[in-house]
Each structure stands twice: as C-alpha cells, then as structure tokens.
C-alpha cells in the first residue's frame, strides 16, 4: 500500500517537473493551467497526508512558505570571481593578444549577453537542488535556497545524464514586464515603486518569506558549469548539456570562431538590446576551450579567460527647465528634473530623476543648465553631468526645497539617509491618499471595487479623508463621480460592509501603523487580544514580544498618542470593524507546553498534521520544521524516516508517540 503511494506521489511530482520544464524553459505549455493546478493539488494533499514521503524539492514547494530569518553564511567551494571590464574595440584586441601570449592553438570564444540582475551559485546533488548562495563577496554569501526553489524556471531535478555533484552558476533577474507589473501592484497597495529591476532581483532574494519571493516573479538564466568533474571539453558544450538537463540558459549565446565574429555579435546586440524583455549592461566573453581556460588561469580578481564589454550607457544633452519635487505615499520626496524634450535610446525622454538632495549638490546643478543625461538600469533616466562651459554667470544654484509641496509642513530628513520626509502623515494629501489605498488593499481590508482612482476622486470631493469615513459613504453619495455606474457603487457599498468580518490582524496591518508589516501584525494580535490592550501596551511591554524590537515600539507608541488615530479606532469600533480577536483563531488554552519546540514526522493516525501543529500553539509551543538541536519534542507516527534517525543521533531530543504527546497536553 504504501509503496504504491510512494509511487504516485513521485510520479505526479515528475510529471509536474515535466510540465513545468516544458512551459518556463522551452515555452511550450503540455497542459492547461487548470490541469495543472488539479495535479498539483493532488500531489499536496497525498504530501500531507504522507508526511514520511517529504522531499524539500517536490513542485508543490515552489508556493514558497519558509520564513528565514537569519540566512546562514556559506564559504563558497569555488570562489565567485568578478569579471575585468572593457569598453572598446580596442580594449578586446589588447586582450585577444594578451591571451595569444599564453595559448599557440587557435582561441574560440563563446559571446553571451550580461544579464543584469543578481548572481547565485546552485548546487545539485544526485540531480537535485540542495543549495543556492548568493555571490557575496566572492568567497563567502548567503544561503538562499527556499527563495530560490520558488522560482519557477530553476530545475528542482535534472533530467539525462548530469554528474552527481557541481554548481551551476547563473544570474536571477526580473523582466521588464514583470518589473512593470511588480510596480503597478504596488501602487494600488500604496507603495512608492521600486527604482530598477536589478536592485529588485536582488532584494527579492533576500526576503524572509519566501511566499513573498515567489510572487516577485524573478527569473534565471544559468551561465555556468563549475565542478571538479567536468564533462566536456569547452564551455560550448557545457552549455548545451545544462539546457539538456533542464537548466534555462541563454538563447542568445553565440560561438565566435574569431574576434571579428565576436565584435559582430557585440554591435548587433549594442542596438537590439532595447528589444530584449530584460535588462542587459553588456556582453560576456568566455575562451571556450576549458584547457586553454585553464593554462590562462585568474588575476586576484578575476579569469584571465573570461571579459566583460560594458555598452557605453547612451548620452545625449540637453536643458534642464526645472526641478520638481513629488511626494510619494509614504511621504518620501524625490526631486524630478524637468528637461527639454530629446531623443535618447529610442525614446523621447522629458524628465530625469535626481533621487536625492545629495546628488544635486554634488552634480553642483544651476538653474538651467545644460545638462548631459543617460539611460541606464533605472526606468527614467539620469543626469550624469552638467556642461559648465555653457552656463550662464548669472545662473543660480538648484536650492533644495525646505517644505512639502503638497502640504507646505517643513521637511525632515532622517539621519542616515538621504531622502527627505514630509512627517504630515495624517493630513499631507498623497500619504492620505496612500493610507487609505493601503487600508483597501488584497492583503488588508480586501475592499473590492475600490481602486486608488476612485479613493483620489472621494478624497477630492472631500467625501473620505481617513480610512473610518469608508463606512460612512453611501451609494448617493459615490454614484455622481466620473464614470461611475449604478452597479459599481453598489458593489463599493457592499465591499465596504464585507470588510467588517476581515478578522484583526488584518485591520491591524490596514491601518498603516509604521513599521507593522503583516508579519508584525500577526505577532501583536497573539500578544494584545484587543486594540485597547495594544494601545495600553508600553515600549518594554511591546519589545517582549518575538521579532519586535525599538523601532517598531516606538512607533506603535507614537501612533497611539496621536488623539485623532484613535478617534479612528474608536469611530472604526462603532461600525463594527474587528479590532478584536475572534472566537476561534489563536485561543490559548494553557501554557503547558511554553517554551517547548515540536516537530511531527510519519503517518500520524490520531490526528492530521495541521491539527497537532495547532495543539502544539494553543498549549503555549512552538512548531518547528527540521530537526536540529533546537527541537524538544519529536513526535513521531507509523514510518518515521529520516527526522526519527537524525533526532536519535543527536541525542537530546525527546522523542513521544502520538498518545504520549496527547498525555503531555492533558497533564495540566
Ligand atoms: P561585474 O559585477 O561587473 O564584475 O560582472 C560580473 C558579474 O556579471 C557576475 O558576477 C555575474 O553576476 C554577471 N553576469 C551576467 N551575465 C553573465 C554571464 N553571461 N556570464 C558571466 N557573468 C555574468
Ligand atoms: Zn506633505
């Protein structure tokens, strides 16, 4: 019986790889989305069923889930070298003869595109991903590897013949239309927008969630066969064995027999490169031959092997016609340059961002000025200098602004950083705006049919200015706005009425307290069971509670002194909004089991998994998932394996059957 679920459950788990290769690495779907998710659902519940049958590269935890809090730091095996960088044709010839020098044989170089996003260096084991770390510093990086099993053109298993340990080094980044639709979710959740993809790619690595990473929608591309076993001969062939093995690589990549094939590839790809659905900043040559690789060796810092074309970011002058300065809806300030319309990299560009105080100040930039702009990773381009030579004597200089403009309160600039701040949270109109768009979003109120245009047009006419007047709107009242039909403002009425039965935490991390995020809100509503218990709560009362340190008190302190927060709050109770713990969810029951860390393995028969768990956090517990010396308790069901083997083998843990858990939890 068992085997035979075995079976089907690594028969669903290889078609779904299948599946999965198919439409992210040869863009071809073999299913519809339908069908797919009815597997995958499939394959879940016998998972969870089957806990004994786990295996940490299965598709289903592609989902993402583990939280990492700290991510450990792992020496790399083979150090990540950066690459040496040319940027003419010039620079390539003096390098083809630096590497004559060494080599007789004729050279071959493999042409790829320089991919602009995060590097990562994966392990496989036997064909499956063990571990991914992040570049680092080149000798040592962070281990990422739940992250980087979210996304979903990285192989989890390989297929054909792969050798049965090496790293596969590549680039994880984000497309411009996933980047696009990134930034346009968070705008309707209230959010400033990100700056450029690449720092995007990077920062989604590094999250603590790794359900969050997921819905980032990062890709890959793998440029990289590294291992003390090698099998081939040049780095070609290394390539068209990975794609065989289920990696993503680049289609782009081209053999060049000769420097002159090599320089053809880089001016082709200096024009197309506006046409790639990702960012490149240039192109990345490799000596194919890996002997030849290997007699030219490396630098301190980088393969004498290998180079870098950095493309010469386009630049083009232009007038600057003023400085603007917007506010976002967290009140952060970004001053804008307003320019004399030109041509540059394809587009007509209009304005440049200047980011910050600091960058106006060193780029020394007067009141019209000629100024030169370039178009690099980010999505406006920017002002990378002035031309003095045409200013005029009596030009002044750009001074930086001293108060909002939407709101006129003096600005603030927080110590170490560079950005300024309008602290007008409460009145200053985009951060009123903002918090109400926030307060309506999926993972907060969920309101429904209540965009951010609309949130602009009631805060206009003067109808909403903070989150409780949402409840005081009537349909009358939301029909004469533009475009609105009779339908819509009743489905803005009765989302409205539905947000009342949004349970605590949610309205918690809805009503925008700084700093509290959803996690955060979720450890407060286990702590303060009320919105009055929280708002009692002192700074060391609040710092008692996990994951919550100074930053965060101070501010939950703040917002609660503030007399017309808490007219909201209190205006929010009387429409019957849940600032409230509700009957079911978290009750404690007692605190047997505090301070202690369980972990269920094998076919448990008394009660299901997700039921124990639960046991396990109303009895004051904590559930953790692996066995490491941190865990108390492992309970243990019919065919425990591999979790049963490494408890007794680090010795401490106290290992219970199902009957003596319930036993422990009944001894109070
Ligand atoms: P640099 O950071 O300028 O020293 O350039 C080296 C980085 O280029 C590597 O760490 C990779 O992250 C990145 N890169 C992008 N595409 C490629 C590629 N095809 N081959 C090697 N490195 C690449
Ligand atoms: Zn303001």
Known sequence: MSENIQQKIEQLREELHQHNYNYYILDEASISDFEFDTLLKELQELEAQYPEFHDDNSPTLRVGGAVTKNFPTIQHKFRMYSLDNSYDFEDLEDWEKRIIKTIDDPVEFVAELKYDGASISILYENGKLVQAVTRGDGFQGDEITPNVRTISDIPLTLKGDFPSHFFMRGEIYLTRKNFDKLNKLREEEGLDPFMNPRNTASGSLKMQDSAEVRKRSLSSVLYQYISEEVPAETHWELLQKAQGWGFKTSQQAKLCRTLDEVKEFISFWDVERHNLPFEIDGIVLKVNSLQQQRQLGYTAKSPRWAMAYKFKAEKVETELKSVSYQVGRTGAITPVANLKPVLLAGTIVKRA??????????????????????????????????????????SKEIEYIKNCPECGTELVKIIDQAIHFCPNELHCPPQVVGRMIHYVSRKALNIDNLGSETIEQLYREKLIENPADFYTLTKEQILPLERMAEKSAQNIISGIEKSKEISFEKVLYGIGIKHVGETVAKKLVKNFATIDELKEATVEKLCQVEDIGAKIAF???????????????????????????????????????EGKTFLFTGKLSLFTRESAEEMVEKHGGKNISAVSKNLNFLVV????????????????IEILDEQQFLDLIEKQ
């Open 637 to 652: 069901g019919e065919k425990a394996g591999s979790k049963l083997k490494k408890a007794q083998d680090i010795g401490t």
């Open 555 to 593: 501010s939950i302190v703040e917002f609660f002194k503030n007399p017309e927060n808490i007219l909201m709050i209190e205006r929010l109770k009387s429409y019957g909004v849940q600032l409230e713990k509700g009957e079911s969810t978290n009750e404690v029951l007692s605190n047997v089991l």
């Open 353 to 394: 961002s200047l980011h910050n105080e600091d960058i106006i100040k060193k780029l020394g930039l007067h009141e019209h000025d000629f100024v030169f702009v370039e178009k690099g990773g980010e999505i406006i381009p920017k002002i990378v200098d002035v031309n003095k030579g045409k200013r005029t004597s009596d």
